[in-house]
């Protein structure tokens, strides 16, 4: 679920994106293709001009010099009626033979054409300029004859340019089909890629099963996971509805019970105070149990982060273990059970308010669980790193060891009718819970039957000693 108001870019189709990404590729990869393919054949192609100007060269050069007078006019019989030009060039540069022209004496000088150069220097040379013809280069190979005079093949050839241009339609055509072909294979594979992710959501309850791909698995199992930590939460929600209904019924049930009596005239005079005393207790066990349910239900909301928990500030355990103990003397006398408290001054880091619920709970129930003659130390102090701890010990009925995990649970009773008979809601222990764990706090809880029981609370560092209270 989005947070309203927040600006997140809306969703985007997975498959589009996919796909797109695909049909870029293969239509950079067909440019660069085309590209590298056509250089690399221009290449290819002017070196093998290159080789058959060189050897066509060799062989006339062979027949030139074989001749029994070398009149350079005789050359214009080596290449009749070819496109290929032959020029022989003397050692000053004049030329004396041009395939091309009539009257070599209107040509000027040779000498610095490269190739000629390179071969007077070396023996052979060869180059490529542009022709005068658009779109058209010229290769040219030069040979050194023995004379000293050079000779020279020259050859037109389309440049990369015009060649790319016959071939561009092909090329175009080619790519087309190649780009169409890939987007209709980038459209099935992108498909076949997000089906089974799409599929995932038809069974949510068994997502870790069928997962399709392994980048997948956190996903899966933070859906599965929160799956059940929300149907926990649902059944928790349910069962405490449940109890909640049939914990108020039952007193509901007695008051008008008893109500109905007294409207119908058929309690007995005697009875009157009787009954009226008992609709008071009963009202008064809803009030105690609707009021641990709104402190719960605060404690909840606090937990979960919906609600402002109450400012910390430090607080004295050990001043608040005496105010806790006056309060309680009352309901210790009444059970016939000391009530002593005792302790070092430390300080934590708390809820005044939300602690002296914590103490009087637990305080209560070592009174409430106890025996005539029984006792109840309230203690604290400081304990390692900085930390403090508040214990309430009693050496009443004790708890069975297979309810001790179970005691902090809502509505969880060892002995129903004896937590109702003493005013309990069953409901004391989980608000001590949460109590703790909004402070940090951890709970220990050792008990015995028959022998007594110790829940001591530990808050974490932070909480001070002072010697000063
Ligand atoms: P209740 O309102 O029933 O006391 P609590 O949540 O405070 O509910 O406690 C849950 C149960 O744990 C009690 O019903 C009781 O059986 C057991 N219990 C709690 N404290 C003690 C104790 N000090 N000695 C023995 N049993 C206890």
């Not at 997962?211 to 926990?232: C, F, G, K, M, W």
């Not at 602690?355 to 129930?365: A, F, R, W």
């Not at 309990?424 to 949460?434: D, E, F, M, S």
């Not at 951890?442 to 974490?460: A, D, Q």
Request: aromatic share 6%.
């Amino acid at each position: 679920m989005r947070p309203e108001g927040a600006d997140n870019p809306a969703p985007q189709r997975m498959s589009r994106r996919l796909r797109r990404a695909l049909e870029l590729i293969s239509l950079f990869a067909v440019v660069f293709m085309a590209a590298a393919a056509a250089l690399l054949f221009q290449g290819a192609f002017g070196q093998q001009v290159d080789r058959d100007l060189e050897r066509m060269t060799r062989a006339i050069a062979v027949g030139y010099e074989s001749a029994a007078i070398q009149d350079p006019e005789s050359l214009a019989d080596y290449l009749p009626g070819s496109p290929l030009r032959l020029t022989l060039i003397d050692t000053d540069g004049t030329v004396l033979f041009d395939s091309d022209h009539r009257d070599e004496s209107d040509m000027d000088n040779h000498l610095t054409r490269p190739e000629i150069a390179q071969a007077l220097e070396s023996g052979q040379g060869h180059s490529v300029r542009e022709s005068p013809t658009l779109g058209q280069e010229t290769h040219y190979y030069a040979l050194r004859l023995e004379s000293g005079q050079v000779l020279r093949l020259a050859e037109d050839t389309n440049s990369l340019w015009s060649s790319y241009n016959q071939v561009l339609p092909l090329l175009v055509g080619g790519g087309l089909v190649a780009i169409l072909a890939s987007a209709v294979l980038a459209a099935v594979f992108t498909r076949r890629l997000v089906e089974p992710i799409t599929r995932m959501a038809d069974h949510l309850e068994t997502i870790e099963d069928n997962v399709p791909y392994v980048e997948l698995i956190p996903l899966a199992h933070t859906i599965q996971s929160d799956r059940s930590l929300r149907e926990n939460n649902e059944a928790m929600r349910r069962e405490f509805t449940a109890n909640v209904s049939h914990e108020l019924k039952t007193p509901l049930t007695s008051i008008s019970g008893f109500a109905e009596l007294l409207e119908t005239g058929m309690a007995k005079p005697e009875d009157v105070p009787v009954f009226g005393k008992r609709i008071h207790s009963e009202a008064g066990r809803m009030i105690r149990l609707v009021s641990d349910i709104l402190e719960l239900s605060q404690l909840d909301g606090m937990q979960a982060g919906a609600d402002q928990p109450p400012a910390f500030a430090p607080v004295e355990l050990s001043t608040l273990l005496r105010d806790v103990a006056s309060t309680m003397t009352m309901n210790a006398k009444k059970a016939y059970v000391t009530l002593r408290y005792e302790g070092d001054p430390v300080t934590v880091q708390g809820s005044r308010d939300m602690l002296t619920e914590l103490v009087t709970n637990l305080c209560d129930n070592a009174i409430r669980y106890n025996r005539p003659g029984g006792q109840v130390v309230l203690r604290c102090g400081p304990a390692g790193d900085g930390g403090a701890y508040v214990q309430v010990e009693d050496n009443g009925i004790g708890i069975p060891q297979d309810a001790q995990d179970r005691v902090f649970e809502r509505f969880f009773r060892v002995d129903k009718s004896r937590s109702k008979a003493t005013g309990g809601t069953g409901l004391g222990l989980a608000i001590v819970k949460h109590i703790a764990v909004l402070h940090g706090a951890r709970i220990e809880l050792h008990s015995t039957v028959g022998t007594g029981t110790t829940i001591r609370v530990n808050f974490p560092g932070g909480g001070t000693e002072d010697k000063t209270v």
